[in-house]
Structure formats: C-alpha cells, structure tokens
C-alpha cells in the first residue's frame, strides 16, 4: 500500500513539476517576446527621430540655397536692367564693361552649376519637402505599429500577466512635441 501512495505522490510530483516548467518556460518565452517589442519600439522612436532630423537639415541647407541663388539671380537681373534702362546708344556702348562683369558673374554661377536655375532649385526643394515628408509618414506609421504590437502583448491575456511581473508598461503613440518635430517655416 505504501509503494502504491507512493508511486502516486511520485506521479503528481511529476505532474506538478512538468506544469511548473511548462509555467516558466512560458514566462520567459512571453518576457523575450516583450523585451523585444519593446526594443523594437525604441528602435522605430529612433528612426522616426533621425527621419525628422534629416528633414529639418535638409531643408534648412537647401532653403539658405534657394534662397541665396534667387538673390544673386534677381541682384544681377535688376543691375542689368537699371543698366539699359534709358540709355541711349552712345551710354550702351560707355557701359559696356559693367554689363561684361555683370554676365562674367552670371556665367560663373552658370559654370558652378550648369544644370540649375532658380526655378530649377525651388523645384528641386519642393520636391525634398515631399520626400521628407513621405519618409517622415512612414516611419511615424512603422513606430505606431510596433507600438501597436507591443501594448497588445502588454495587455492581452495571458501575456498581460507575464507583462505586469516583469514591469513593461504600455507605450504611448508617436506624439509631435520637439522643434525638429516642427514644419520647418521660413
């Protein structure tokens, strides 16, 4: 009769402790799974981050461009027209070497940059804003989803209850509040 209570108290000594393994090796798997959403969270916040940055130095540099060329371009259009504005033909000829060092300037910003203009760069600043916009989008939807992904593991059962032992908390949404998170305005 012993060797029967015992080999049953053996049996669900046996059981209890496959139960407790399986338990643990849950609450470790579901802790990993957690830690790596939640560094995949912090990774997507970073590249969200660095896309913003990229933006505001992006646009800042080609905007102080643009810009800069258009007011070379408009400060040397208007010399050349304050030139033969009213001129007669005997003044044309007088100030001839102005209108050469005039154009020298104009040819050397063309030889600079041979395949812009000012229209040229402006739409070539459109169409940064649009990328860094676009990029900006979509990593602000790549965090959101990770951070979707991460608080349904903070709140869904049973992973819920392996969250709250090992303290992860659920993460907010992407929120714009820094001056790099701003539109960059000139």
């Known amino acids: 009769m012993f060797t029967i209570l015992f080999s049953k108290g053996v049996l669900v000594f046996g059981v209890l402790v496959v139960i407790v393994l399986i338990f643990l090796a849950y609450v470790i798997k579901t802790a990993n799974a957690l830690k790596a959403a939640e560094n995949k969270v912090r990774e997507l916040d970073s590249d969200v981050d660095i896309a913003l940055a990229k933006r505001y130095d992006l646009l800042t540099k080609q905007y102080a461009i643009v810009k800069s060329y258009m007011s070379y371009e408009s400060e040397n259009l208007i010399t050349s027209i304050k030139l033969r504005k009213g ?100």
Do not use: W
Request: proline share 3%.
């Open 87 to 186: 001129m007669t033909p005997d003044e044309k000829t007088g100030v001839e070497t102005l209108m050469k060092n005039a154009s020298d300037q104009i040819n050397a910003v063309v030889e600079a940059y041979p395949e812009l203009t000012a229209g040229k760069n402006i739409e070539v600043l459109q169409n940064s804003c649009t990328n860094a916009e676009e990029h900006i989008q979509a990593a602000r939807r790549l965090y959101n989803a990770g951070v979707t992904n991460y608080n349904n593991l903070c709140s869904q059962f049973p992973s819920s209850v392996v969250a709250d032992i090992t303290g992860h908390n659920m993460v907010e949404y992407f929120k714009t509040d820094s001056d790099k998170r701003s539109d960059v305005i000139f």
